[in-house]
């Protein structure tokens, strides 16, 4: 069966200091994988998302960048970050044809 | 962009009650899907209804689409506290794989 990991599953950051949060995704290859954020109480901002190896788009111009270094993992990155990049950040991935996302725990963040 | 809305926002029922959910979204669709999220967690993948169809059943759940309104409803049946959680739809809209999210409905189950 497939899993999805996130990691750190808290995170509290001084504005200006760099961020790392890492996606795994077991038991399926190639699939499609995605970056969300969620505001308190509200909807799912897409982020980025990925098609394979190295392919990355990003849907919003913002401080955050995103990599996929190997199939099955997924990176968001920030060189410096803003009391803006709070938030709840979600991972999630589909199979290829496939339209149903399946979500990791999350990543809390928090920008002090 | 956030295509579905979600009505009401919030929604406070007694254990045991059915909890009617709506959805209604702007442009033509592949697929409706409904997922939940309980508080501080990732969300779980409820049901899909495609386009050609017009209802979907799931346990105690009901969904159904009305393509004409662009408009989809999740029924909860005899609901139990464990159902107390954020509601969300998403479209298909065949837009390179994205899933359109709307706002969610927060359910709350008082024992």
């Known amino acids: 069966s497939q899993t999805i990991h996130q990691w750190p599953a808290t995170l509290v950051q001084p504005v200006g200091s760099p961020l790392s949060l890492e996606c795994t995704v077991e038991g399926t290859s190639n699939p499609n994988l995605y970056w969300y954020r969620q505001a308190a109480g509200r909807g799912l901002q897409l982020l980025f998302y990925s098609v394979g190896i190295g392919q990355i788009s990003s849907e919003v111009p913002q401080n955050l960048s995103a990599s996929r270094p190997q199939d099955r993992q997924f990176i968001l990155s920030s060189k410096k970050l803003l009391l803006s990049d709070s938030g709840f950040y979600l991972c999630?991935?589909?199979?290829?044809?496939?339209?149903?996302?399946?979500f990791g725990p999350g990543t809390r963040l928090t920008v002090t | 962009s956030q295509q579905g809305e979600e009505d009401p926002q919030a929604l406070s029922i007694q254990e045991g009650e059915n909890a009617t959910m709506n959805c209604s979204y702007k442009t033509s669709i592949n697929n409706l899907q409904w997922y939940r999220q309980n508080s501080g967690r990732g969300l779980v993948h409820l049901i899909l209804i495609r386009s050609n169809e017009r209802e979907k059943h799931s346990g105690r759940l009901r969904v159904t689409l009305d393509t004409s309104k662009k408009s989809s409803s999740l029924l909860i049946t005899a609901s139990r506290a464990a159902d107390t959680a954020s509601y969300f739809c998403a479209t298909d809209a065949n837009s390179n794989y994205q899933l359109i999210w709307g706002a969610g409905t927060k359910l709350i189950i008082k024992p």
């Open positions: 999630a991935w589909s199979e290829v044809g496939g339209s149903e996302q399946y």
